[in-house]
Every structure is written in structure tokens, then in C-alpha cells.
DNA sequence: TTTGCACTGAAACGGTCGTTTCAGCGAAGG
DNA sequence: CCTTCGCTGAAACGACCGTTTCAGTGCAAA
């Protein structure tokens, strides 16, 4: 019989950690069974067996860089000021090792986009509430407003695709900073 | 014999149109060819003769859309001090009836980033050039550094994508109205 | 020892894909 | 009239897709 896909399981956790990291590489729009199969040393009939379905497989998968993302982010999260505490999340996405997410990400947002049935529905709302929740802790309690929240995150998304285009650190890191000194600017002014 | 893909004709052009808003409204990523050409009133014989290939004829769609966006974008090319022009900007971008052109542009710019190789190939980099000229022309000669460009592009790109996931004009307009304040501010401060 | 369960291999199924083959159409130009 | 050229229809090709069928493993508990 197919396991439920939620089921927790060694075997399906091993899986999804090695189809996650072939993913990263290879993206996720062009996806397909047998050729993840035979990277990560499995068959599809294993793969469909422990996630249900093709659409069970990209879900988890999401799910997966989703909490990634999450983690690493409550692990590195700032202290210090505001602005500095944005700086860093900056830092942060600009790292070199995060490409392979960020472009995951981007993937998986613009899908949501197009396709709002099926894996990807919702994830890149999703993602608006995920980093407004944790820009809202980032900026304190004085900042409950969620239209600055929402002004800085804009800063962030759109430099970080300008970043993954043109892999250009020194320009977007710059024009991050810009306009973080506007906004520690503003408050003082 | 097959047509070369680059050859201006009637129908094909005719055809570009027909599929242009056939894609507009699909998306390009699942998008086939015998839908695509029922939907059109052709046939796959037809659309692979006039464009050579399948990538003949998403190179072409991913063409269409950028020209139609610089057209677009040049017609309405404001006037007035630089927070003001990038104000209108951000209302163009934002009007609900460029919902599917921004859509068509997020998903051609992700899958430009995952695929370098193929049609998409150089999609996004050649976007943030062209975004960054229209902002050259549009700040103003006193406002030549690309790293204040980048700043204010990277507000409507976030801010964008945020509209895209979200459908929250209001939020998504007052941050970036927010933050053009903080440009504007920083010329008096 | 037997039963059940989690997992696996091999092969096939029906379907869709981009593309090709072959065969034409109708109008324009000699 | 006849040829050429731009365009078209029907059908097939081989490849790959997600998924299913059938037939097992080996191990743990009863």
C-alpha cells in the first residue's frame, strides 16, 4: 500500500535530505523522478512509495527549504539596533553559500505565483508572512507597524534578486546600506 | 523547409500576439505546444515552422514582453522631481491591469536564474539593465551613481513581489511611498 | 515459526512532450 | 499555364513523464 506522505519515517527523512540537496543544484521546475532517483540512489517507485505522489515530493521538499530558511534564520538571529540588525539579515542572504537557496526560493515564489493550485500554492504568501514575522522581531517593539516592516523586506527581496541576476555583492550590499542609513536617518531626523 | 525564427512575417507576428496573451494568462513554464496552438487557432506544425523551435517561440514570448514593457514603461515616462517619477513608476507597476505582465517577468526572471543555458538564458540580468537605464533617465543627470539606482530599484522589485504574493496594494504602496520619502528626505536633511 | 510491516526492483501502462515526415493548399509572379 | 513560396493538416516518431502492477526482500514482533 502508499504510505501516507506525512508519515514520518528514517528511510523518507534520508531521502528528502538527499533529493533537498539535488534540488538545490538542479532547481525544482525541471524536476523529474527518475533522474532525481538514480542521484540519490533510490527508484521512483521509492520515492512515490514514501511521499505519496510527485506533488507530495515537491511539497515536502518546499516544506523543507521553508524551515531551512526559518532555522537558519532564528539561529543567526540579530541583537543590536535596528539598523544593524537588518544590516546582518542582509549579510546574511548575500553570503555566498546561500545562493543555491535564494534561487530555490525565488523558484518556488514565482511558481506560487502562476500555479496557486497544486505543491506550490501559498508558499510565497507564506513567505511575506514568515519574514514580516521576523522582521517584526528584529526591529523591536517600537516598529509594530507592519508597513515598515514591509518597506524594509521589499528593500531586501528586490536587492537580493538583483543579487542572484548580476551576482553583483559590492553594488546591492551598498545600495542595502543606503538605504538602512535612510532609515536610522529617519528616525533621528 | 523550416522558416528561419528571426524572419519578420504577418502571421507570425500575428501568431506572437495570439500566444502573447495566450501566455500571459498560463504562464510560460507549463506551457506546450498543442494547447498553446489550439488555443491560437493553429496548429504545433505551424507555431514549430514560423519559430523554429519550442525555445525559438519562448525567446520570442520573453522578447515580446520586454519590449512591450519598455514601450510601456517609456510612454509613461514621468516628469517632476525624482520621488515623484519613482512614485508613478510604483503606481504603473502596482495598476491591476499589469498583474499578468509582472507575473510573466517574475516567472522569466526565476527561470533565468535556475537555467542560464536555454531560452531564459541572461532574462534577468538583462532586466536589471534595463530597469537601472530607465532609472538613469528617470533620476535625473544628478543622480548617476548605479548604487542609488539599485536602491530605489530594489524597493519596487520587493515591493513587486510582495504585491504579486499578497494582492496588498495598500501596504505594498504606502511602503514604498515610505521609503521615497526617506530619499527625498535625505536631499534636505 | 509464522505473521506482518517497511521497503524495494523490474517492468509495464497510458499519456504528453517536441519534433519530423509527407503531403498538400492557395495565391503571386514568371 | 506553371512554378514558386508561404503556410497548413494529419499522422507518426521516439523519448520521457508520473504512476501502477506484481512480485518480492529482510527484519521485528507475536
Redesign the pocket.
Known amino acids: 500500500m ?2 501516507d506522505s506525512q508519515a514520518p ?4 527523512e534520508e531521502l528528502l535530505e538527499l533529493a533537498y540537496r539535488y534540488v538545490l543544484r538542479h532547481g525544482l521546475a525541471g ?5 532525481l532517483a538514480e542521484a540519490v540512489g ?5 520515492l ?3 511521499f505519496g ?3 507530495g515530493l515537491v511539497q515536502a521538499l518546499l516544506a523543507r527549504s521553508r524551515t531551512e530558511e526559518l532555522d537558519l534564520l532564528a539561529a543567526a538571529r540579530p541583537d543590536g539596533g535596528p539598523a544593524v540588525a537588518v544590516g546582518r539579515l542582509w549579510d546574511w542572504l548575500a553570503d555566498s553559500s546561500r545562493r543555491d537557496l535564494l534561487r530555490l526560493w525565488t523558484e518556488g515564489y514565482a511558481r506560487s505565483l502562476v500555479e496557486p493550485d497544486g505543491p506550490w500554492g501559498g508558499f510565497a504568501a507564506r513567505s511575506v508572512e514568515d519574514w514580516l514575522d521576523v522582521l517584526g522581531e528584529v526591529l523591536g517593539p517600537d516598529r509594530v507597524d507592519r508597513k515598515d516592516h514591509t518597506a524594509v523586506l521589499a528593500v531586501l527581496r528586490g536587492a537580493m534578486l538583483d543579487l542572484l541576476a548580476t551576482d553583483d555583492v559590492e553594488r546591492t550590499t551598498d545600495a542595502v546600506h543606503r538605504q538602512l542609513a535612510l532609515l536610522t536617518g529617519s528616525a533621528t531626523c
Open positions: 502508499t504510505a519515517s528514517a528511510r523518507r524536476m523529474s523522478l527518475r533522474p533510490s527508484s521512483p517507485r521509492v512515490l512509495y514514501l505522489s510527485k506533488d
